[in-house]
């Protein structure tokens, strides 16, 4: 069946993403995909949808849209109010939209980007087989206003009579992101030795994003140190979440769609799960860095896998239970 989410107000930023490309790093060619790869994870789970289906990142402080006919949605990500006809909805969890209903989006906060998951497969392009954006490749998948998502779905309606009383509780690992400062775990980077006192001056500072931040990378203010008498770096690979020391008075933490090369000392890597972490750094929020050891990084990665293991066969269960199609997303 085909469905669709006519858009209202498309905030400051919408655009259609899922968990990147595959395979296309050798090409020269970023991965990309969603900021906060958890919370887009999480909420395509929470309508059945396979982790890497098509949803929508939103970025701004004003979202809506209506339903051309009956969904089944979810929103994750950063805090904010969701409403459905005026009523207050739950964030992480799935939530039952009748046609010709108003889902609107407001006091977005402790974070920058909000994900919308529609049970079913978005339909859109692909760029080397993700929905990804690259707008330097002229693929930049925004959506506007009056614009229509269209979505290929079986799911059929479930009333829910008392819209602001979730469905159940699929008992989501929600991430923690109300402190006013937040710490971000790092490994060492092949020149954290570069620079005596570098680690200790990083670790023991307070760091502020600057405006010029983006999906490429996050421009930090605070204390630097440059190396001294290090040889000219010849420029070569540079991994998600690398933190380049540049030669201006700041740190930079590379986003997922970074440049591929680059020839800046490398002080620290941050992990997996602290990767997602950033993607809801705004402008003038304050990290604090931690090192952290390989095997803390690693644990923590596996934790956070099991957490979403976990998440889909629940959803998977419940959705059987009640007849919702479960683990679909992408259609051949």
């Not at 790869?37 to 098509?54: D, I």
């Not at 710490?183 to 005596?196: K, L, M, N, R, W």
């Not at 860095?289 to 957490?307: C, H, K, L, N, P």
Request: with cysteine.
């Amino acid at each position: 069946m085909n469905a669709g989410l006519r858009i209202l107000e498309a905030g400051w930023l919408t655009t259609l993403q899922d968990l990147g490309r595959s395979g296309v790093e050798e090409l020269g060619i970023p991965i990309s995909g969603a900021a906060d790869q958890y919370s887009a994870s999480a909420a395509n789970l929470l309508v059945g949808n396979e982790r890497a289906a098509t949803c929508l990142e939103i970025m701004g402080t004003r979202f809506s849209a209506v339903a051309e006919t009956d969904l089944l949605i979810s929103i994750t990500g950063a805090t904010a109010e969701i409403h459905l006809d005026g009523l207050a909805v739950s964030m992480w969890q799935p939530v039952c939209i009748r046609a010709g209903s108003v889902v609107t989006v407001t006091g977005v906060r402790d974070g920058i980007r909000l994900y919308l998951a529609i049970n079913g497969a978005i339909e859109t392009e692909r760029f080397l087989g993700s929905a990804a954006p690259d707008a330097r490749m002229g693929f930049p998948q925004r959506i506007h206003t009056a614009d229509i998502v269209r979505v290929r779905t079986r799911y059929m309606d479930l009333f829910h009579p008392y819209s602001d009383i979730p469905l159940f509780d699929p008992h989501v690992v929600v991430p923690e992101l109300g402190r006013r400062t937040w710490t971000i775990d790092v490994t060492d980077g092949p020149e954290i030795d570069a620079a005596p006192g570098m680690k200790d001056l990083i670790e023991t500072s307070v760091y502020t994003v600057g405006p010029n931040s983006d999906h490429v990378g996050l421009r930090l203010d605070g204390p630097v140190l440059h190396p001294v008498g290090l040889p000219e770096i010849t420029s070569h690979g540079i991994p998600i979440g690398a933190i380049e020391i540049p030669h201006s008075d700041e740190l930079i933490i590379l986003g997922r769609a970074r440049s591929l090369t680059a020839g800046y000392p490398i002080a620290a890597i941050a992990t997996k799960v602290s990767q997602s972490r950033l993607g809801q750094a705004g402008p003038g929020r304050r990290l604090r860095i931690r090192w952290v050891t390989m095997d803390f990084a690693v644990q923590s990665y596996r934790a956070q896998e099991r957490d979403l293991t976990e998440l889909e066969a629940t959803m998977a269960s419940l959705f059987a239970s009640i007849g919702v199609p479960a683990g679909v997303g992408t259609f051949a």
